[in-house]
């Protein structure tokens, strides 16, 4: 296996309301890639052991949910390993996006 990428994303929203909002989105996920993919997910407390597989090449991804913390480590073989690092900032982004607080107008 390649060198895995770590992204951290810090959150305000303590570990059981960010880990409903992962869970929320793993689902959506896998929804998505219902027809392309073969997706897994298991839980052990705080931490989701996710495994993507699709045309022959897995994905495997680990989640771990804390107070103010979600830390991903995504590793991947070979050939993809490439294309991956090429796509952290935009999982970066994703995940942010999933964690946001909803958004309240500015105060005048």
Do not use: C, F, Y
Request: charged content about 25%.
């Amino acid at each position: 296996m390649d060198k895995p990428i770590v992204v951290t994303v810090p959150h305000k929203l303590g570990a059981e309301a960010a880990k409903a909002r992962v869970s929320k989105g793993i689902e959506r996920l896998r929804t998505d890639l219902d027809k392309l993919a073969r997706t897994e997910v298991h839980w052990t407390g705080n931490t989701a052991d996710l495994q993507v597989s699709a045309l022959g090449h897995t994905v495997n991804a680990q989640l771990d949910v804390q107070n103010d913390l979600l830390r991903i480590e995504v590793r991947v073989l070979g050939l993809l390993s490439g294309l991956l690092n090429k796509l952290s900032d935009s999982l970066i982004s994703n995940v942010k996006g999933s964690l946001r607080l909803e958004h309240s107008p500015p105060k005048s």
